[in-house]
């Protein structure tokens, strides 16, 4: 026997009732449902873990193949000459 009960706090798709969904599994179909008492609004899911696609590789998620092409330079900060703080 399945036993379907209320989601505290859902709020219907379709009809945007609180408290009106209901939801159950079904292990041998390997899914869960889920039902709005007050307007019939129903939804599946699978309950299976599907293979995640592998990541795109772009120029941020690959790695550096040398060291950036940079040379270290000395910056010297002026004082703004009209500033008369000390």
């Known amino acids: 026997m399945t036993v379907k009960r209320f989601i505290a706090g859902a709020v219907c798709p379709r ?4 408290d009106k969904i209901r939801a159950w ?3 041998d179909a390997e899914k869960q449902y889920r039902e709005c008492i007050s307007c019939g609004y129903t939804d599946e899911q699978s309950t299976t873990v599907q293979a995640q696609p592998t990541e795109i590789p772009t120029r941020v998620n690959t790695p550096h193949s ?3 092409q940079a040379e270290e330079m000395v ?3 002026i004082p ?3 500033s ?3």
Do not use: L, Q, V, Y
């Not at 009809?15 to 609180?18: I, V």
């Open 84 to 86: 008369t703080k000390h």
């Open 75 to 77: 910056i010297n900060f």
């Open 80 to 82: 703004n000459p009209g």
């Open 15 to 18: 009809c945007s009732e609180m």
């Open 25 to 27: 599994r079904d292990d």
């Open 66 to 68: 040398s060291a950036p």
